[in-house]
């Protein structure tokens, strides 16, 4: 007599800057491994690209065009892929944005800008999951902030405080959703090659690849790790970073005529 084993329907995970860089590598290293990935970003050319060669090669996947910035925009986009593909399992809140800060004239429309896409946009992202994990009592929700998070660095202050403020908060929700079973990871890579880094001049030690980054975030997701910082030396450089004097950071760390503007 044949055997009838139950087929449970794959994980849902919804990764918001899905279109290009680590999110598009997170969405198909999490394909490769049998979830089901809902894709949210502005570009839906690429959205569609990248939709396209996960069903090709046998994934599942639905795609959604949202503003992370724009609350009801988002909260709409989730809905969608909710209906597509199910409740969500996973959140990696991944959009991100980064520019330098310059003095004359200061940037605060570029602060401003990250501050609404790197913290509102992860804010809106877990609202939007959030009551149906806290029903269901489970479910992991993990958010990309960065080993800036840690510091406060010249000519990347907005950014520097825009991750950080992620970081906080998802150390605060982590703990308060214990009692939920919902786990909380926060991710704090070093740099990244990426459409962000790619316009900067100066050097970025320890710079990773996407794809090799991606592997490495999904083998702590999968550990349910509390928060991953990664690669170790950059981690600690940020350390080490924390206890060094003022005058000194500012004499060895390039200066805001060493940065290229974003966009520009």
């Known amino acids: 007599m044949a055997r009838h084993e139950t087929q449970h329907p794959p994980k849902v995970a919804v990764i918001t800057g899905a ?48 503003d992370v910035s724009d609350k009801a925009m988002l909260l709409a986009a989730f809905d969608s892929i909710r209906g597509e593909l199910g409740a969500v399992d996973l959140l990696i809140a991944n959009a991100g944005v980064g520019k330098p800060d310059f003095l004359d004239p200061f940037t605060v429309d570029d602060i401003e800008q990250m501050i609404r896409v790197n913290l509102l946009g992860v804010l809106y992202s877990i609202a939007a999951v959030l009551p149906q994990m806290i029903e269901q009592r489970r479910g992991h929700i993990a958010a990309v902030s960065s080993a800036g998070a840690y510091k406060g660095m010249p000519g990347s202050a907005g950014y520097c405080a825009s991750k950080s ?66 690669p170790w030396q950059m981690a ?6 924390r206890w060094l004097p003022d005058w000194f950071i500012a004499r060895t760390l390039p200066r ?6 974003n966009n520009e």
């Not at 919902?182 to 030690?205: L, Q, W």
């Not at 805001?256 to 503007?261: E, P």
Request: positive net charge; hydrophobic residues 45%.
């Open 19 to 66: 279109s290009s860089g680590l999110g598009a590598e997170l969405a198909r290293e999490l394909s490769r491994h049998g979830w089901s990935v809902g894709l949210i970003a502005r570009r839906e050319d690429r959205l569609m690209t990248l939709a396209d060669e996960i069903r090709q090669a046998g994934g599942r996947t639905a795609i959604a065009v949202a």
């Open 165 to 230: 403020a992620v970081r906080t908060l998802l150390e605060g929700l982590r703990i308060q959703l214990r009692e939920y079973g919902v786990s909380v990871t926060t991710i704090c890579p070093g740099f990244v090659r990426t459409d962000m880094t790619d316009v900067n001049s100066f050097r970025m030690p320890w710079l990773q690849e996407p794809d090799a980054a991606a592997r490495k975030i999904v083998r702590a997701l999968n550990r349910r790790k509390k928060v991953y910082n990664f």
């Open 236 to 241: 600690l450089m940020i350390k080490l970073l």
């Open 256 to 261: 805001k005529s060493d940065v290229v503007r």
